[in-house]
């Protein structure tokens, strides 16, 4: 079964600071790798995803995510991070492509000081 | 196009009563899947269906069960509730089942006293 970790669960950083999450997941097979954010009072979105193609990806509000296979990693970046920013962020990852079953990490909790 | 809906949003149950929560998908999706989102365990897959056939099941006991209708609402039902079962439950729904991005509905938050 695949899994994900996340760690530095809390995370605080002033406004304009570069924002790096780590995502590490378990999984021997070809995957589909998303990060999803929960702002504030609001339902879970997608930030970005990884299915196939350039490790690369760039998602909403100016991040984004490269895919390291030799690393089982997909760690998220954001150069600047605004205020709004502030959120619970969500590394996901499904190694079984016949189902929608994802595995989540536990998430990181991004406060962005004014 | 409307999103995912989820009802109720907020309901408050007492230990051993049932609960049964509902989710729309957007419209044309057929697969339904439900999570379970707590502050100790994050979110949890519950279970997916597609067709009104379930095609997967998370880690949980038999007490947690659902179901689809052919115009791919779903529900899910927990019964003899526990106050562990104290949780924001998600529904999210896809085009087909495989692999897809998942659109998420805000959530039912379920409170056992």
């Known amino acids: 079964a695949q899994s994900v970790s996340q760690h530095n669960h809390h995370v605080i950083l002033s406004e304009a600071a570069s924002l790096e999450l780590g995502c590490n997941y378990s999984y021997g097979g070809t995957v589909n790798l998303f990060w999803y954010v929960q702002y504030p009072g609001q339902h879970l979105q997608l930030l970005l995803k990884y299915f196939s193609g350039d490790p690369l990806v760039k998602g909403i509000k100016g991040f984004e995510a490269e895919f390291i296979k030799s690393k089982f990693s997909f760690n998220l970046r954001k150069p600047s991070v605004q205020w709004s920013d502030t959120a619970e962020y969500f590394c996901a990852v499904i190694g079984d492509y016949g189902n929608n079953r994802l595995a989540f990490g536990k998430g990181n909790q991004v406060v962005v000081i004014p | 196009k409307a999103g995912v809906t989820q009802t109720p949003r907020y309901l408050i149950k007492t230990r051993g009563q049932q609960v049964t929560l509902s989710c729309s998908p957007i419209?044309?999706?057929?697969?339904v899947s439900w999570y379970q989102q707590t502050p100790g365990q994050g979110l949890q897959f519950l279970f997916e269906y597609f067709s009104e056939t379930q095609r997967n099941k998370g880690n949980f006991p038999g007490r947690f069960s659902g179901r689809q209708f052919s115009n791919s609402r779903s529900e899910m039902n927990v019964s003899t509730l526990e106050l562990g079962d104290s949780a924001l439950y998600l529904c999210?729904?896809?085009?087909?089942?495989?692999?897809?991005?998942?659109?998420f509905g805000a959530g039912s938050r379920l409170t056992v006293l």
């Open positions: 999210a729904s896809s085009p087909i089942s495989g692999a897809n991005v998942l659109t």
């Open positions: 419209s044309g999706h057929r697969s």
